[in-house]
């Protein structure tokens, strides 16, 4: 299958500073990549949709200041946590579509101290 | 938001034991996927559904797509422990203002003990 690759793995930041998650796809181009967040043993929960060449989607209740998204070229999306707290710690995961199938990053860990 | 109703919510079966996980939802969809995550990882297709009445396999793995386009389910044949992990199946929605996006099931915790 397609694969995705995210980085970093795992972060861990003091409260107020910036975090950049970057999600690629590595053997297709993605028109569209989708940003997750999940909690421990709970579904995934869509936070926004990320165009190539234009302004990214945001669910209802996802503050788009915070959670900045640039879909900057078909192989590169990233998501950046801007003054990040404590609450934002949360595992991170994009998908990059083919149109009729979604293709997970291995997720980003991030922690705020 | 909209969310499917996937059941069971988890399962504990010895090793060599068959599994059967399902998901239904109100709303229609013209693709059903299935996916598993294990711990801090994201999650890996397994199975997708492109037809209502659809049945594929992959391995000991076998998906079939309702023929209402409501409902899909997940089979595991002579699981072994590393079928331990969280199953997720998801619907993929094709028009409107949702085109693209997955809808996820709760998930199905399955634990296979040796």
């Known amino acids: 299958g397609a694969v995705v690759s995210q980085h970093p793995s795992r972060v861990i930041c003091k409260s107020g500073t910036s975090v950049k998650i970057e999600c690629r796809s590595l053997?297709?181009?993605?028109?569209?990549m989708f940003w997750y967040r999940q909690f421990p043993k709970k579904s995934l929960m869509l936070m926004a949709t990320?165009?190539?060449?234009?302004?990214?989607?945001?669910e209802q209740g996802v503050e788009k200041d915070k959670f900045l998204i640039n879909h900057a070229s078909l192989t590169l999306s990233t998501l950046t946590v801007t003054s990040a707290h404590p609450e934002d710690s949360s595992f991170y995961i994009c998908?990059?579509?083919?149109?009729?199938?979604?293709?997970f990053g291995p997720g980003t860990r991030l922690t705020v101290l | 938001g909209q969310q499917l109703n996937q059941s069971p919510q988890s399962m504990f079966i010895q090793e060599g034991e068959d599994v059967s996980m399902n998901c239904t939802s109100s709303?229609?969809?013209?693709?059903w996927l299935w996916y598993k995550q294990d711990p801090g990882e994201g999650p890996v297709l397994l199975i997708a559904?492109?037809?209502?009445?659809e049945l594929t396999s992959n391995g000991r793995l076998t998906a079939q797509f309702g023929i209402t386009r409501k409902d899909s389910f997940l089979n595991i044949s002579a699981s072994i422990p590393s079928d331990v992990g969280i199953y997720f199946c998801?619907?993929?929605?094709?028009?409107?203002?949702?085109?693209?996006?997955?809808?996820f099931g709760q998930g199905t915790i399955l634990t296979v003990h040796p």
């Open positions: 559904l492109y037809k209502a009445g």
């Open positions: 709303s229609i969809f013209n693709t």
């Open positions: 998908s990059a579509s083919n149109t009729d199938t979604q293709y």
């Open positions: 990320s165009n190539e060449g234009s302004k990214a989607t945001y």
């Open positions: 053997d297709f181009q993605a028109t569209t």
């Open positions: 998801a619907g993929l929605d094709a028009g409107g203002t949702s085109y693209g996006k997955l809808t």
